[in-house]
C-alpha cells in the first residue's frame, strides 16, 4: 500500500464495519473510504463465527441503545436478505421458563418487548406444542416471538462485502501490521507506507479496546473474551427441531443461556450452544491456540473479586454457566427445554465463537449495552456484542450520527 490519502478508514472488516462502510457510501457517493481487515479473509472472527439469529428486540432494556436500533436493524436486514434471495429461515422463536419460580419473568419480556414494537404472544402448553412439539413448559406458559429468523451470517458479510467494493470501497486484507498515529490521523504500515485519513472508526471486535487505547479511549475498560462452544443435534436423532428454543435469561447478565437454532441450510442442522467460558484470550478458539497469559490471570483476578463480592450476579454466572462447556452439565440445561434431548442425540460442533464482553473496571460492572466514544477525527464502537450482527445497519446510522458524519434521521 503505498502512500494516500482516504476521506474515512474503517479498522474492521465485519458486519458493523461492513455496514458503516456502507452508509458512507449512502452518503458520501465521492469519497474515497478504505476498510482495513487484518485476516486473509472475511468473517474469520465474531460476526463469521455469529449463530445467524436475527433478534427482534424482546430483551433489551427499553431506552437503552440495544432497544432503539435492533428492531429497526433487524427488518432492514430481513429486507436487504429477502432482496438478495439470500438463504433465510424465518422460523420464529419461543422462550421457556425452566422452572417455576422463572415464570413470572414471561411477563417482564413481554412487556420490554412491546414497548421495544417487538411482535410477542405469551402462549400455553397446547399452542407450544404446535410451534415446537418437542418442547415443553413446566407452568404452562412460554413466550412466542413470530419474527425472529436465521440466517447464514458468513454468507451475507461476504456479500455485503463484495457489494462494497462494487461500490469503490477499497477493503484491504492481511493488515496484520501497522500503527495508528491519532496526533497526525495518519496509519503507518509495517512495510513503510502510509494512510492518511480524515476520520477514523474503529470496528475491530476483539481488537477494538486495544485501538481505542491508541487514542486514549476507553482506558477504563477491560476486554474479557467468552468462549461460546456449541453442540449439534445428530442428523441420527429422532429429535427434530423446526425453531429457536430459548430459555427465560438472567436478564443481570449478558448471555441468554444454552439454547436450540435450526439453520437456514438446505440440509437442517440445530445448533444447541453457545457456552459462556472464559476463553484464555480475545482470539482462543481451541484450548491451547492464541494465549494471552497475562490479559488471563487479570481476567481470573478481576472475576474472583466480583464472585466473592457478590458483585453483578457474578456468583449465579459460576454456577449456571460457567461449566456449561462440559457436556453432562450442558446436556442437564438442554434437557429443560427439550427433555427428550440425550447426549447420544448431540455431537461437538466445529463452530467456536468469542464474545468480546467488556468490563468497567471504574465501576466494576459489566457493560451491557453498545458503547459508541467519538474523538475530533476518530469514533470508537466498543462492546459490540449481540445483537450487534442484527442492528448493524441501524448501529452504523446511529455511530454516523453521534459522529456528526450524517444528519439525524
Not at 490521523?185 to 485501538?211: E, P, R, T, V, W
Amino acid at each position: 500500500m503505498a502512500y494516500k490519502y482516504s476521506d474515512f478508514v474503517i479498522i474492521g472488516a465485519g458486519s458493523v464495519g461492513l455496514w458503516v462502510g456502507n452508509q458512507l457510501r449512502l452518503h458520501y457517493s465521492k469519497a474515497s473510504i478504505t476498510i482495513l481487515e487484518k485476516e486473509d479473509a472475511i468473517g474469520m472472527h465474531t460476526s463469521g463465527r455469529n449463530s445467524g439469529v436475527l433478534h427482534a428486540g424482546i430483551y433489551y432494556e427499553p431506552g437503552s441503545v440495544k432497544a432503539q436500533i435492533s428492531i429497526a436493524g433487524s427488518k432492514a436486514l430481513h429486507k436487504w436478505i429477502d432482496e438478495r434471495d439470500l438463504p433465510i429461515n424465518k422460523c420464529g422463536k419461543v422462550i421457556i421458563p425452566q422452572k417455576d419460580d422463572l415464570d413470572s419473568q414471561l411477563d417482564l419480556l413481554a412487556e420490554r418487548g412491546r414497548k421495544n414494537g417487538a411482535k410477542v404472544k405469551l402462549i400455553d402448553s397446547e399452542e407450544l406444542a404446535t410451534i415446537c412439539p418437542y418442547a415443553k413448559t413446566p407452568t404452562g406458559r412460554a413466550l412466542w416471538s413470530p419474527n425472529t429468523s436465521v440466517t447464514n451470517a458468513k454468507i451475507v458479510i461476504s456479500r455485503l462485502a463484495q457489494e462494497l467494493e462494487e461500490l469503490d470501497v477499497e477493503i484491504f486484507l492481511g493488515q496484520k501490521k501497522y500503527r495508528v498515529d491519532a496526533e497526525k490521523n495518519k496509519i503507518k504500515f509495517g512495510d513503510g507506507s502510509n494512510l492518511q485519513y480524515g476520520h477514523l472508526i474503529n470496528c475491530s471486535g476483539l481488537q477494538a479496546d486495544m485501538i481505542a487505547k491508541e487514542f486514549d479511549v476507553g482506558k477504563e475498560l477491560k476486554l474479557i473474551p467468552f468462549k461460546g462452544i456449541y453442540w449439534t443435534v445428530t442428523q441420527k436423532s429422532s429429535i427434530k427441531i423446526r425453531t429457536n428454543i430459548y430459555p427465560v435469561p438472567d436478564l443481570n447478565l449478558p448471555f441468554l443461556g444454552v439454547h436450540f437454532t435450526p439453520s437456514c441450510d438446505e440440509i437442517p442442522c440445530v445448533s444447541i450452544g453457545p457456552t459462556a467460558t472464559p476463553a484464555l484470550g480475545r482470539e482462543n478458539y481451541n484450548w491451547l491456540e492464541d494465549i494471552e497469559p497475562i490479559m488471563t490471570l487479570s481476567n481470573i483476578k478481576t472475576m474472583a473479586s466480583q464472585y466473592i463480592c457478590n458483585s453483578n450476579n457474578f456468583r449465579q454466572y459460576m454456577h449456571e454457566q460457567f461449566l456449561l462447556f462440559v457436556k453432562p452439565i450442558m446436556i442437564k440445561q438442554a434437557k429443560m427445554l427439550v427433555p427428550d434431548i440425550e447426549l447420544s442425540d448431540i455431537e461437538k460442533s466445529a463452530k467456536v465463537g468469542i464474545r468480546p464482553q467488556l468490563f468497567n473496571t471504574k465501576n466494576s460492572s459489566i457493560e451491557k449495552d453498545f458503547l459508541c466514544v467519538t474523538r475530533e477525527n476518530s469514533t470508537h464502537i466498543l462492546n459490540a456484542i449481540s445483537p450487534a450482527f442484527t442492528a448493524s445497519s441501524s448501529l452504523a446510522n446511529l455511530v454516523l450520527e453521534k459522529a456528526q458524519l450524517i444528519e439525524k434521521v
